[in-house]
């Protein structure tokens, strides 16, 4: 692991480079400004309100754009976030107030107008970047004043007005709004001629330059949401405090009974019938079927619990402000490639403490784990936004930047990695012996099958988080902003703890009814919360959003099942972790022949 850490330092110093991670950046990279001075304003991306994935270039729709569109080179977070910033076609220089100016006179053709009419009837809201601050308004209205839909009417706004706050010789604050009555109807199929307006006043703040972005993180710390965010965390508590208070009272109460049942037997005649847990202590330790699987769940569950973990870090100190564009995807894809090596020494060198000979296709096994449904989920979609013509398309030269940060990094780190664990020589610390033939299982009820016992391990997790789920979930697929990071890292906590305990009493229950096969379920049962929270979309999707279309439902879906696809595997550790760390207190506190 110190050879992976060694190579680790210069490779993210390369890959802060690379990346560009001062993402937020306005051309004044100092954001002063004189009397005059032309302030940078970027159209981003227009769409319709209800699908924030499907977004395209401001100039898709016929606005009136400047002589020349000047295109503001970014960063790899904010092509991945679909940001595509452009010069605005509107003049707004500082501290210089404009009345009903004029930005250009141009005749919109028929096929233009239906353009335009389609966008308005989506609901499309523009949003654009001043000074790197956030503004967004919708580009028209349609009127309903009729009964039957035929006798709707489609309006285009035409006149924008920009009120702008100033301190000094800084930009603090910008909102924008449409006029009501600057109107250009587009009912009908024929040529139009606009004149595209826009009016600046400007008026001085004392607000200072480090608070501009404070009342875009307000909004989601309003006392109303902080109780919801609160009463979900007490609720969590309470079911932690409850389960962990049930289950620690009743697996000591049995436990302790167990010891001296299992402490009297031993001293009673051995013509008895043999029975619970300590009986199977011969099979207990036999090592899973598909060992290299499991060794490559392992790691690629560590490698994300490390990821979420380094996440929550940078989102405390105050990384991911909002619209800080691309913050969040340019650090899951640093972190991700810089942590492989985690999940390379973890698969491997547990491979090997289960006695696994071929650990190069372990390897190999963990490098495509998590990456490889993935990379297909991205194809799949990358293709369908090409297609759409969306701004969620990644550009070629990016696929190529993420492709280089993959082999440059990732695949050597996973390979040291692998190398240092498979050096590592730890052997697997097993308190008892296993027998030579594995003891038969006798049968079981129906509810002691995988299945069922899945659904009961991920329902009590789930529980304890699916308040704040709706809050995470209007966040990324939706237009709230997100931005109270010690409650999500509270919820997080109480998530490990529940899944943790939850797979402990199953494990153990398992083990009473004499049933030695508990590897993989206990994997399988940590990690049961990530089918749920993928349940929990359906009906997202279907009850509590408007999106809609081929496009934004293929989005919603596939990176959601890949997001839910990372808890498996992360849970699962987790729950198997800690259900190993039981079976070997238990099974190091009895004496067994």
Excluded at 301 to 324: D, E, W
Aim: aromatic share 16%.
């Amino acid at each position: 692991m110190r050879k992976t850490m060694a190579v680790g330092v210069p490779v993210i110093i390369a890959l802060l480079i690379l990346c560009g991670v001062d993402l937020v950046r306005s051309d004044a990279s100092d954001h002063r400004y004189k009397e005059g001075d032309l302030v940078p304003l970027y159209a981003n991306k227009v769409g319709p309100f209800h699908n924030p994935s499907e977004t395209y270039r401001y100039f898709d729709l016929p606005f009136c754009s400047p002589d020349k569109v000047k295109e503001k080179k970014e960063a790899l977070g904010e092509v991945l976030n679909g940001d595509r910033l452009v010069s605005a076609p509107y003049k707004l220089e500082f501290q210089k107030h404009k009345d009903s100016e004029v930005a250009c006179k141009r005749t919109i053709k028929k096929e233009e107008v239906a353009r335009f009419r389609s966008a308005v009837n989506k609901d499309y809201y523009f949003q654009m970047y001043y000074d790197d601050l956030p503004i967004w308004g919708f580009i028209g209205k349609v009127d309903k004043e009729g009964k039957d839909p035929s006798e709707y009417k489609t309006y285009l706004y035409k006149h924008i007005h920009f009120d702008i706050s100033y301190n000094k010789d800084r930009v603090i604050e910008i909102s924008v709004r449409t006029d009501p009555n600057a109107l250009v109807d587009l009912t009908e199929d024929k040529e139009v001629d606009v004149e595209f307006m826009y009016t600046v006043k400007w008026k001085e703040t004392t607000t200072p330059f480090d608070k501009r972005m404070d009342k875009y993180s307000q909004s989601s710390s309003l006392p109303h949401h902080l109780e919801i965010h609160w009463f979900s965390i007490i609720n969590s508590c309470v079911t932690v405090l409850l389960l962990t208070g049930f289950l620690a009272t009743i697996l000591m109460r049995v436990l302790k009974n167990d010891f001296v049942k299992y402490a009297h037997d031993e001293e009673a005649a051995e013509d008895q019938e043999e029975t619970g847990w300590k009986y199977i202590h011969g099979d207990v330790f036999r090592f899973p079927k598909y060992k290299s699987l499991f060794a490559a769940a392992l790691g690629s569950g560590t490698q994300l619990f490390t990821l979420t973990i380094f996440i929550f870090i940078l989102a405390l100190v105050g990384v991911f402000y909002p619209y800080n564009r691309g913050a969040l995807f340019t650090a899951l894809v640093v972190i991700y490639a810089l942590t492989s090596g985690i999940a390379g020494y973890t698969a491997t060198s547990f491979y090997c403490q289960l006695e696994g000979t071929n650990w190069v296709r372990n390897l190999l096994l963990t490098g495509c784990l998590f990456c490889g449904p993935l990379f297909l989920t991205f194809c799949f979609l990358n293709t369908v936004a090409i297609a759409y013509t969306a701004t969620a398309a990644l550009p070629f030269g990016t696929i190529v930047v993420i492709v280089l940060i993959w082999t440059l990094v990732t695949s050597p780190l996973l390979v040291l990695g692998g190398i240092a664990g498979k050096n590592s020589k730890a052997e697997f610390q097993a308190p008892v012996r296993t027998t030579k033939y594995p003891r038969e299982i006798p049968p079981l009820p129906w509810y002691r099958a995988t299945i069922p016992q899945m659904a009961m391990a991920g329902f009590l997790p789930f529980s304890a988080i699916y308040i704040e789920l709706y809050y995470i979930f209007a966040s990324v697929w939706g237009h709230r902003i997100y931005t109270i990071y010690s409650i999500l890292f509270i919820v997080f906590i109480i998530l490990l703890i529940v899944t943790a305990f939850i797979t402990v009493a199953l494990t153990y229950f398992q083990l009473a009814a004499e049933d030695h096969e508990w590897w993989w379920r206990s994997f399988l049962c940590g990690g049961s919360t990530g089918i749920f929270i993928y349940a929990y979309c359906l009906y997202y999707y279907y009850a509590r959003s408007d999106m809609s279309g081929f496009m934004q439902t293929s989005f919603f879906f596939g990176y959601m099942a890949c997001i839910c696809y990372g808890f498996f595997l992360m849970l699962g550790t987790v729950g198997f972790r800690a259900a190993l760390l039981f079976v070997r207190h238990i099974y190091r506190s009895i004496k067994c022949e």
